[in-house]
């Protein structure tokens, strides 16, 4: 067998063993404190992010009482994930937020024993089960990106279209229609040295397991621009000033540090200076086909 066999072979048996953590570690409640201390190191073939440099035909900012949620309607090609620790692909649903009621405690996953200003979850669900609603029945059903915020003095310019839109939707179950923008405007198409775990959220009233994939390398955001969520109200007309989930204890439960980079003193890497709109070179859409 040659060396690339035996490379590919190695991989889809790492594949297949996260996979099957589903049924046991999916079991365990979400969210966890992450620290790279304890992570096992692994190696993947990188994730493959496709079409999330395309921009929708639509795109809806809406306050569900509980948080703000940014969905898409699509033409044809539609975002998803494919390689890095997937079995299958998995299609982007939509991204929302969490945050809290101050600016250093406002994430539901804590790193390195404390809480981060805030997080971004961007929900995905397998493609061979159809549909989301379908997928929320399944054990691997369900996959969340998560990116981490850390307070910067600048305004993000990145934030600019959903920041400038949350007085338009103070009311719960109100939304608007935003200009449309590609995805990668937001979230960073990472390939390499990022966390993943399974874990258990409950979701339109059932409890569901979710393999978690979360970025080493946090988005900037300023105090200002946090205190516009914190201004949004749920459907009793009172301010939404936190929408977090207990912490839970990790247990027994694998957490692994995929394709690692010589950088591990600390669990979270230094925040990119972003000045425009205009995203880094470093993203290479490597399949554009559904």
């Known amino acids: 067998m040659s060396s690339s066999a035996d490379s590919h072979e190695r991989n889809e048996e790492t594949i297949r063993f996260i996979q099957h953590l589903a049924y046991t570690d999916g079991k365990l409640r979400s969210p966890i404190d992450l620290n790279i201390s304890y992570m096992k190191c692994i190696n993947l073939y990188p994730i493959q992010w496709c079409n999330y440099n395309v921009t929708p035909k639509k795109l809806k900012l809406t306050n569900t009482g509980y948080t703000v949620m940014l969905s898409t309607t699509w033409r044809d090609k539609q975002p998803h994930l494919c390689g890095g620790p997937f ?17 250093m405690d406002g994430s539901e996953h804590y790193v390195d024993g404390g809480s981060m200003p805030m997080e971004l979850h961007a929900v995905h669900y397998n493609s061979d089960y159809g549909t989301q609603m379908s997928a929320l029945r399944q054990n691997d059903g369900i996959a969340i990106v998560i990116y981490f915020f850390q307070l910067q003095e600048a305004p993000n310019p990145l934030l600019d279209d959903i920041i400038n839109t949350l007085p338009f939707i103070q009311a719960a179950h109100s939304s608007i229609r ?7 405007n937001i979230m960073r198409c990472f390939q390499r040295d990022y966390f993943v775990y399974w874990g258990s959220i409950t979701m339109t009233n059932i409890r569901n397991s979710v393999l978690w994939i979360i970025s080493r390398e946090p988005l900037g955001i300023s105090i200002d621009q946090i205190a516009e969520f ?22 027994n439960r694998n957490v692994f540090h995929v394709c690692p980079s010589g950088s591990r003193y600390a669990t979270l890497l230094q925040i990119r200076n972003v000045k425009n709109k205009n995203y880094p ?5 490597s399949n554009n086909k559904q």
């Not at 935003?178 to 990668?184: T, V």
């Not at 914190?230 to 989930?245: A, S, Y």
Request: charged residues 25%.
């Open 230 to 251: 914190r201004t949004l109200r749920d459907t009793r007309k009172m301010p939404i000033v936190t929408n977090c989930q207990s912490l839970q204890d990790r247990g």
């Open 87 to 103: 079995a299958s692909s998995y299609i982007f649903s939509q991204l929302h937020f969490h945050w809290g009621k101050t600016d």
């Open 281 to 285: 070179e470093e993203y290479v859409d």
């Open 178 to 184: 935003l200009i449309p923008f590609p995805l990668i």
